[in-house]
C-alpha cells in the first residue's frame, strides 16, 4: 500500500479480554516502531522490530503486553486481560533504515478503548 | 530516557516567531522533528544528522547540536496552520520527547 495501515481503527473491549492489533508498514520498509498514546500525552516508545527481530521491547508496560513481526513486514500487537489503563491511541510506525537516520511514516492508529 | 523539550506550551499571534527546544541524556547520531495535529498522527518535518548542520523548508527550520545533545526547532512568521504538538525524536528507536503545544492564535 502507499502508506503505514493499522486496523481496526477503533476497538472496544470489555475488561479482561484480549485483543490484537494490527500494523501493515510500507512495503520493504526495515524499521518499525510501536507506540502508545493516552489522551492529551505524547507517543510513548512501546517496542521496536528491525526486520523480524524485536530490537527493544523496553517499553512494553507489562507482561500483558507482547508484539510480534515473523515475517519482517506486518507486525502484531497483542494485549492479553485487558486493564482500563490500557485504554489509549496505539500507533505505528515504519522506516526504511536501521538507524533513525531516515523518516518515519505513521498509520492513523487505534483507538482502544477497555470498558 | 525521554527527551526534554521546552516550552511545554507556546501561544504566539500570527506572524510571530518560535523556537522549541529539545534536550537528550544520551549521545545524538540523529535528531527527528514531528507534528501533530488534534487526532491525527504526527506528521515528519525534518531529520538533522550528526555535523551540526542546520535545515529548513519553507519557514521551518532547525539545528542540532551533537556536542551539547540539543536541537532546536525555528518556526518564522507562524501561520495558523502551524498549530499542534511538536515532538523531537531520538535514537535508533525513535524515542518521542515530552512534546511542545504550540497554539497561532489570529
Known amino acids: 500500500g502507499a502508506g503505514v495501515s493499522q486496523s481496526p481503527r477503533y476497538k472496544v473491549a470489555k475488561r479482561g479480554q484480549d485483543v490484537a492489533l494490527r500494523c501493515d508498514p510500507i512495503?520493504?520498509?526495515?524499521?518499525l516502531f510501536w507506540y502508545q498514546q493516552a489522551l492529551g500525552q505524547g507517543p510513548e516508545f512501546l517496542t521496536y522490530?528491525?526486520?523480524?527481530?524485536?530490537?527493544?521491547k523496553s517499553g512494553l508496560p507489562s507482561d500483558r503486553f507482547f508484539a510480534e513481526r515473523p515475517e519482517g513486514s506486518v507486525s502484531t500487537l497483542k494485549i492479553q486481560r485487558t486493564q482500563q489503563e490500557d485504554s489509549a491511541v496505539y500507533l505505528c510506525?515504519?522506516?526504511?533504515?536501521?538507524?533513525?537516520?531516515?523518516?518515519?511514516?505513521f498509520g492513523q492508529g487505534t483507538r482502544l478503548t477497555v470498558v | 530516557q525521554q527527551p526534554v523539550q521546552s516550552p511545554q506550551a507556546v501561544i504566539l499571534r500570527e506572524g510571530e516567531d518560535a523556537v522549541i527546544n529539545c534536550s537528550s541524556s544520551?549521545?545524538?547520531?540523529?535528531v527527528h522533528w514531528y507534528r501533530q495535529k488534534h487526532g491525527e498522527a504526527p506528521v515528519f518535518l525534518m531529520i538533522l544528522l550528526k555535523g551540526g548542520e542546520q535545515k529548513g523548508h519553507d519557514k521551518i527550520s532547525a539545528s542540532f547540536n551533537e556536542k551539547k545533545q540539543q536541537s532546536s526547532l525555528y518556526l518564522t512568521a507562524s501561520q495558523l496552520s502551524y498549530s499542534g504538538t511538536y515532538f523531537c525524536?531520538?535514537?535508533?528507536?525513535?524515542?518521542f520527547g515530552t512534546g511542545t503545544r504550540l497554539t497561532i492564535i489570529p
Open positions: 525524536g531520538v535514537t535508533e528507536k525513535l524515542t
Open positions: 512495503s520493504g520498509h526495515v524499521s
Open positions: 510506525a515504519s522506516s526504511s533504515d536501521r538507524g533513525g537516520s531516515t523518516e518515519a511514516f
Open positions: 544520551k549521545a545524538l547520531y540523529s
Open positions: 522490530f528491525q526486520n523480524e527481530a524485536q530490537l527493544d
